[in-house]
Each structure stands twice: as structure tokens, then as C-alpha cells.
């Protein structure tokens, strides 16, 4: 198993850019997440996905979108890049949340807007 | 408002030196309290699940533990291969979506 990937690993756009952030993931999970990790941060949720076909908002969703077409794939989309969305992202899946057995991450993709 | 912290920011260690890192949280109806190993440019890796104050949990040398407020990740014997960033996460009940919160971790050196 890959377990949880993502592409592209780096990335600097200019302001004003779009973009799409890839996440699969192989072990047939339900669950899958999206994450912003800033320096000195902790994650932040921006949006989570319980199935194909359903999303919800997460904590810090302003400036992003995703869909869930498939178990297995949760893109991200950046519309009109700003600077404040400079950050490293990660990608999350789980079986559930009850009982919760932890998330597994894929490596995270590392953004700059310039 | 749910929350949670972790302290210290950072620590250095001598190896074989032990500590504990800390975790405290305030959240509504914890379901359950979480450790996250990550290392540099890496995804965060799942280390331990707890569930109920009073549980532990060990994996090699570390051993995790629950009260009502906090956790403790103790680490025994540290090696340099041991140097990471501890994330912990709690995740809070009583909504639709089971939230998960992670703290800001604390980052170890195990100094050969």
C-alpha cells in the first residue's frame, strides 16, 4: 500500500493563481481531510470529506474548495492564490471517527504565494 | 472554547537523559487524545490513541498517559533517532463531526 499521496510536493504561485492540490489515498478509507500547518500552529482543518460524494467545511475553509468524486481521491482547489495562503498542506484519511483510530498523512505539500 | 497545548515549545536532551512532554487540554465530551510523531518535511505518523483517564499506552521507549486535563508523553532512555515533532490532538464529541484539535507540538533533540 502507497497509503496517503500527494502531488505536487512544492509549489510557488504568484497572486491571483489557481491550483489544484492531488491527495489519493489506497486503503479504502471513508474519511479524508484536509489540514494547513503554519509555523508555530497547530493543523488546521479546512475541509473533510465522510464519503464519495459528500464534504463539509472545516475550520479555516475561506479560499479553498474540494469535491470527492471517488473513495479514493479529495482535491483541493485554490482559487485566486494569496499570500495568507503560503503554508505547508497535508492530506488525511481514516476509517471513521468512532472509535477513532488516528489519521494516516500523505508528506504534505509545500505552497508559496508570492 | 476547545483548546489545546503543549509545552515545552521545545527540548533538548542528552541521549539516554528521560523527560516528559506535556498536553493539556479543555474540550466538551473528549472522546479521545491522540500522539503524532513528525518529522522534518514529513506528514505526521499516529503513535497512540487514549481514551479514558488513567490509560496508558507504551511503544518501544515511549509511554503515554491520561488524566482529565493533560497528557503525558514520557520518553525513557532517549536516542537521537528518537528527534521529532510530538503533535497532540484531542478529539471532542457532541457535534455532527467529531472534531479533531491538535496543539502546536513540541519540538525534542537527542543530543549523541
Redesign the interface.
Known sequence: NAGVTQTPKFRILKIGQSMTLQCTQDMNHNYMYWYRQDPGMGLKLIYYSVGAGITDKGEVPNGYNVSRSTTEDFPLRLELAAPSQTSVYFCASSTGTSPFRGQFFGPGTRLTVL | EDQ?TQSPEALRLQEGESSSLNCSYTVSGL??L?W?RQDP??????LF?L?SAGEEKEKERLKATLTKKESFLHITAPKPEDSATY?C?V?AGGTS?????????TSLSVIP
Open positions: 489545546v472522546r479521545g491522540f503524532y518535511g514529513k506528514g505526521p505518523e499516529f490513541t481514551y503533535l490532538a478529539q463531526y467529531d472534531k479533531v484539535i491538535f496543539g502546536p507540538g
